[in-house]
């Protein structure tokens, strides 16, 4: 299991050794073929910071030779913001007074309808931790009603057990996205107060469970600026390579969520991610992991998004809303999950990603097990 790789390599993770690299091992790393763990050490070091020119342009060949100029669009669709856990960045924490719902199935569909005429055929189910209110056999109701109107399906909700993933994998799932957060062990029990999501092990194995369960993609990553955010983006890249390595036929892709402002007050005592950084980071974890999607979300500015675009990312969200319901007119609009910091249309997305000569892709992906999926 991968916690092994973590215990084995948190020694060397330390502050000197981040220090210890200079320009020449990073240059070392820009000419090698295939990178190892160390290799990725050395992109994500101090040293590398004067070379986001050269790997940038290595990342950029990468991602054409491996994906074209093609980027991979979707949207997320909250179905419930009920919460039993009390994550100290989220304002969804079940100790936030914020308005809760849950949309019914038919509303589900109503959203699911509104979100599909916007051209969109890859939809992201969302739900905060209840079991009582949004557990597995809700999910999977609302997954068999919005399953003939999408391309794929994704879930990015608590983890669940391999059974439960089987299930829903058999009523339409495609992709699992679950991030651990912070690698960091006592950083997570420091911003998991309370409820299960305290369980880091659990969390941690979900993405095996979902492989195990029959999932075809796993979304993992870290939320960076929680803890130190170079250990968090090397345990990341190095989780990705261990499920590439142990589930070949999976596709695994990692995303790069920031902190983003949101209903409470919490502070991250860790560094903040610069933009810089955030940089360094999309372009270490390109080079370590050529034929890895990279997720990049409605969290980041519109600038942002439009100069991290030929730099390694394949996939991006369009549209986005964090609250439940909202995209019809349905009245049942609970809290939203966090700011969204690029609010444009799916049609001004699309002029933009087209305007920086890439091909904007509604559909990478058909589910084939429902035959009357998007009419085919
Ligand atoms: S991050 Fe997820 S589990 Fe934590 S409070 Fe928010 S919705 Fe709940």
Sequence with gaps: MFYEQITEWQPRLTESNWASFRGADVER???????????????????????????????????????????????????????????????????????RCKLTVEQALKEGKAISSTGLQHLLLLTGESRTQSGPAYMEECVHALRPMFASLGLEVYPLSTEEYRRLYEAGIDSVTLFQETYDEITYAEVHPAGPKRNYHYRLEAPDRACEAGISAVNIGALLGLSDWRRDAFYSALHADYLQRTYPGVEVALSVPRLRP???????????????????????????????????????????????????????????????????????????????????????????????????????????????????
Aim: glycine residues 6%.
């Design 29 to 99: 790393v820009l000419a090698r073929e295939t990178l190892r763990p160390q290799d990725l050490a050395v992109l994500l070091s101090p040293a590398a910071l004067s070379y986001l020119e050269p790997m940038a342009k290595k990342a950029q060949a990468l991602t054409i030779r491996n994906f074209g100029r093609t980027m991979g669009l979707f949207t997320p669709l909250y179905l419930a913001n009920f919460c039993s856990n009390q994550c100290v960045y989220c304002s969804f924490h079940a100790g936030n007074k914020i308005v």
């Design 262 to 376: 949101y209903a409470g007050s919490f502070h991250s005592s860790a560094a903040p991610v610069t933009d810089a950084l955030f940089v360094q980071i999309i372009l270490a974890y390109r080079l370590f992991l050529p034929r890895a999607g990279l997720t990049l979300s409605t969290r980041e500015s519109p600038q942002m998004r439009e100069n991290l675009l030929p730099l390694g990312i394949t996939r991006m969200s369009a549209g986005a809303l964090t609250s439940v319901g909202g995209y019809s007119d349905t009245a049942n609009v609970g809290s939203a999950q966090f700011e969204i910091a690029d609010e444009r249309s799916v049609p001004e997305v699309v002029r933009m990603i087209r305007a920086k000569g890439y091909l904007p892709s509604f559909c990478d992906w058909v589910n084939m097990r429902e035959k009357d999926a998007v009419g085919l």
